[in-house]
């Protein structure tokens, strides 16, 4: 029978603030899944620190031309592939007492790409994300407990994540003429979910 465990915690990861894991132990006694859901006012700290919020881009000695952004769609993706947080023994690692468990902080370090795939304004997007799987850290950062069933066993922290993916469009405008036209469009990801999952291996 799952014994559902809600457990409030509170981390500091760079501009990541205080988030509050929502989901309960996992399928089963060699898996224990935490799920941190990120605020909305979270998710904004993060677009403050990921885009300008000016919506002209003035470029290095340009004089006669200025590019503007648009907002022009905004995805969220589901759950992607799973991957094994960073910074872990081979083998695994063993906890002795209950209540222990992995503390994990996020990492540029990449592990790959994935593909999010959707349509949307009669076009086919695929647009390529960076894998980010974080890092296991030593004393602070966000924690992923191990159940009961799981002290004196080899355990690994595997990582999954949600993104928002923000497209805008990019203008160039002609400042003598005051046209503009289509230059691209700029994506930007922003990690708004992590699951965390502390499986048995051993």
Not at 53 to 63: E, F, H, Y
């Amino acid at each position: 029978m799952k014994k559902a465990i809600i457990k409030i915690l509170s981390s500091l990861l760079c501009v990541l603030s205080c988030v509050t894991p929502v989901s309960a132990e996992g399928r089963n006694a060699e898996e224990t899944i935490t799920i941190y859901e990120m605020s909305e006012e979270e998710v904004n700290k993060m677009e403050d620190a990921c885009m300008s919020s000016s919506s002209i881009i003035i470029p290095n000695g340009a004089t006669d031309y200025i590019y503007e952004k648009e907002h022009y769609y905004t995805y969220y993706t589901n759950w992607c592939n799973e991957k094994k947080a960073f910074n872990q023994p081979s083998g695994g690692t063993v906890f002795t007492t209950a209540n222990s468990g992995f503390y994990w902080s996020d990492s540029k370090k990449t592990d790959g790409n994935f593909t999010v795939s959707f349509t949307y304004g009669g076009k086919n997007w695929n647009i390529s994300v960076q894998y980010q799987p974080g890092t296991v850290a030593q004393s602070s950062g966000y924690f992923a407990g191990i159940s009961s069933s799981q002290v004196n066993h080899y355990v690994k922290l595997f990582v999954q994540r949600k993104y928002k993916i923000i497209i805008e469009k990019i203008y160039k405008r002609d400042l003598s003429t005051n046209t503009r036209t289509f230059e691209r469009y700029q994506e930007t990801k922003i990690p708004v979910s992590q699951k965390f999952i502390v499986r048995t291996v051993g």
